[in-house]
């Protein structure tokens, strides 16, 4: 504190005495300023108690991502692969998210009932989620794509869904995987039309106006003998990233009463993300994993 002595300004040094009142400032007292009536404009967006909060994102624009990139149809691996890595980057960020599901060029996070991550503030759940999975899809590009270039930066949009009970979320979980069925039981079909069967995009496309799911099975396997339940799970049902405990043993050098410095193998148990490819829209993968969901009762 500066009582009774000079205190130093710029280019000169100019006796004075300072009080304690003239020392110390408040941050609010700094802050004020006739500018300050803008923040009127912000809106409440604090999302609502007791609900699961859903942020799903989407690539824009992808087709002409895919097309520049030389992705392989129907499906490219390296791609699936980067995205789950980009997800996976992303709740390791926010250890809230309880289950994350995705399919080609999408990802749905769920945050848990009880999360008060920035304040269950929609915008900064949504802003956050989509730039550390973008900045992760860039960053980690390399580890899929190789040499291959990065021609421009991929861009996701994003959006906040709340859903109030178990159903509610399993049943949204259960829309995008069967949505992931039915894009990718058209698409492996339609590129098998053009790929080996010989047909242009535009016949292939005509091929398969009006078939059902009966129909585009029975095209794979009279004509090309291809058992669609036999492709991978990784097409057919997507990813779908949870947290788990796992032990993993580690060796640490100790020494022991009485006893040298030697190493000793130590086992600890630590949440990992894991990765599922599998049905979720039966009962068996909630059963076998309970902690997913809090109770409707809460």
């Known amino acids: 504190m500066l009582i009774g002595k000079a205190c130093r300004f710029v280019g000169r040094v100019r006796p004075f005495v300072v009080t304690p009142s003239a020392c110390f400032f408040t941050s609010s007292n700094m802050a004020k300023s006739k500018f300050e009536y803008v923040r009127n404009f912000e809106t409440d967006d604090t999302c609502l108690r007791n609900c699961y909060i859903v942020v799903r994102l989407d690539g824009r624009n992808f087709h002409k991502f895919a097309e ?5 149809k129907p499906n490219d691996n390296r791609a699936l692969g980067l995205m789950s890595r980009s997800a996976h980057s992303v709740m390791e960020e926010l250890e809230d998210i309880v289950i994350a599901y995705g399919q080609s060029d999408e990802f749905s996070f769920v945050f848990k009932r009880t999360s008060t991550w920035f304040k269950r503030r929609a915008s900064k759940l949504m802003t956050h989620v989509t730039s ?49 069925h039915i894009n990718n039981l058209y698409n492996t079909v339609f590129w098998t039309l053009v790929q080996k069967g010989g047909l242009t995009t535009v016949q292939a496309e005509d091929r398969l106006k009006g078939t059902l799911a009966a129909d585009k099975n029975e095209i794979l396997f009279s004509e090309f003998d291809i058992n669609y339940n036999n492709e991978s799970a990784l097409h057919r049902k997507g990813t779908t990233l949870i947290w788990e405990k796992r ?43 309970p902690d997913i969901l809090e109770d409707d009762d809460r």
Not at 133 to 160: A, I, K, T
Not at 167 to 175: C, I, Q, T, V
Not at 264 to 281: E, K, N, W
């Open 247 to 289: 032990d993993e043993t580690v060796t640490k050098r100790m020494k022991l009463p009485d006893e040298e410095e030697k190493d000793v193998p130590v086992t600890r148990s630590r949440r990992r993300v894991q990765a599922y490819h599998c049905d979720i829209i039966g009962d068996e993968f909630w059963d076998k994993h």
């Open 68 to 72: 520049q990139h030389k992705f392989t």
């Open 132 to 180: 550390q999975f973008s900045s992760s899809y860039v960053f980690y590009w390399r580890e899929f794509f190789g040499d291959q270039p990065l021609l421009f930066p991929p861009s996701f949009d994003g959006r906040v869904v709340l859903y109030p009970s178990n159903r509610n979320l399993r049943d949204y979980l259960s829309w995008r995987q069967a949505d992931c």
